[in-house]
């Protein structure tokens, strides 16, 4: 950064101002060459890093590579383990319907070295989401059927509010299968 540089962003700034901004980019600068490593002596160190790791395993007794042995197995199990038990729980959590953005911010809480306990808290995390699911579904269906008005079909009416029923409803109600009505025994006799 230069003079010109600064005073064009700070046109108020004093020469000491800018001699104090231009001292502290410098010791930036200076900080940040020392800690910055040459790509050449990095790979230099990994090369020797390498070497010295087959040096001392070359410098093992049969017992400590049996045992060294032992360890890589181990840990390879153990992650083989895991992703095993990662893959029952996706599989658990897609069966309750969940997509993988739904759950990878909890399956990394949900999946340990344990098989049982992955698929249990899988499990009890499906059963609670299903079930706020089916509770939401119906607390809406409810709050359909109270926003709807009456239910006895096309006038809307609900049937009990004292209206005047039409003459052929009056009709219908009054026809019998099987038994005549008073009135209607009264209407054929006077016809007689």
Do not use: C, H
Request: hydrophobic share 30%; charged share 35%.
């Amino acid at each position: 950064m230069t003079k010109e540089q600064i005073k064009e962003q700070f046109p108020d700034a004093t020469e000491e101002q800018i001699t104090a901004i231009l001292n502290i980019n410098g010791t930036d600068l200076s900080a940040a060459k020392k800690n910055n490593v040459d790509p050449k002596v990095l790979k230099q160190l990994q090369e020797d890093s390498a070497a010295y790791k087959k040096l001392q395993e070359a410098g093992l007794t049969d017992e400590e590579k049996i045992q060294k042995a032992l360890n890589d197995a181990a840990a390879s199990k153990a992650d083989f383990q895991k992703k095993s038990n990662r893959l029952d729980v996706e599989k658990i959590l897609v069966g309750a319907g969940l997509t993988e953005d739904d759950y990878k911010d909890l399956i990394d809480g949900l999946v340990s070295e344990d098989a049982e306990a992955s698929k249990t808290l899988a499990t009890n995390l499906a059963t609670m989401l299903t079930k706020q699911k089916e509770a939401a579904v119906q607390r809406t269906k409810e709050e359909l059927m109270d926003g709807t008005k009456g239910g006895s079909g096309g006038t809307g009416n609900s049937g009990g509010g004292g209206e005047e029923k039409p003459d052929d409803v009056k009709n219908a109600e009054s026809i019998s299968f099987g038994s005549v009505s008073k009135e209607a025994k009264a209407a054929q006799d006077y016809y007689k």
